[in-house]
């Protein structure tokens, strides 16, 4: 919740001061509720059996055919759920300067030319 309580701030430019340029990639997404729905079901079921990995992807999915969800939203919603434990790992354990890092982790959850998710 503090995460999606944050995107929302940078949106509406409350941290605009402090953080010019998250301000200003935030307010840059096109599709702000798949980032939106990515934060809040990305912890889901922590510390609980099953685990995050099945639980939260699981939920997002029921939720986004609940509300009738783009299928191609719905999938970049679990791609990210599925994703950030992993991008977790890099960010805060690795060299983000390294191209070939960057590149791997492109590759590996399917992205590529622009950076754009692969929903197949």
């Given at each position: 919740?503090?995460?999606?309580?944050?995107?929302?701030?940078?949106?509406?430019?409350?941290?605009?001061?402090a953080e010019p340029?998250?301000?200003?990639?935030?307010?840059?997404?096109?599709?702000?509720?798949?980032?939106?729905?990515?934060?809040?079901?990305?912890?889901?079921?922590?510390?609980?059996?099953?685990?995050?990995?099945?639980?939260?992807?699981?939920?997002?999915?029921?939720?986004?055919?609940?509300?009738?969800?783009?299928?191609?939203?719905?999938?970049?919603?679990?791609?990210?759920?599925?994703?950030?434990?992993k991008m977790s790992?890099?960010?805060?354990?690795?060299?983000?300067?390294?191209?070939?890092?960057i590149e791997s982790?492109?590759?590996?959850?399917?992205?590529?030319?622009?950076?754009?998710?692969?929903?197949?």
């Amino acid at each position: 919740m503090f995460a999606l309580q944050r995107f929302m701030r940078l949106r509406a430019g409350a941290l605009s001061d402090a953080e010019p340029e998250l301000t200003r990639i935030a307010r840059a997404q096109q599709r702000p509720l798949v980032l939106m729905l990515g934060l809040l079901f990305h912890d889901l079921g922590k510390g609980s059996v099953p685990t995050t990995a099945r639980a939260a992807p699981s939920s997002s999915c029921a939720y986004a055919q609940r509300i009738a969800m783009d299928p191609g939203d719905a999938a970049d919603v679990e791609w990210l759920v599925l994703a950030h434990l992993k991008m977790s790992h890099l960010s805060q354990r690795r060299d983000l300067e390294d191209m070939a890092l960057i590149e791997s982790f492109a590759g590996s959850c399917g992205l590529s030319n622009g950076w754009r998710c692969c929903t197949s």
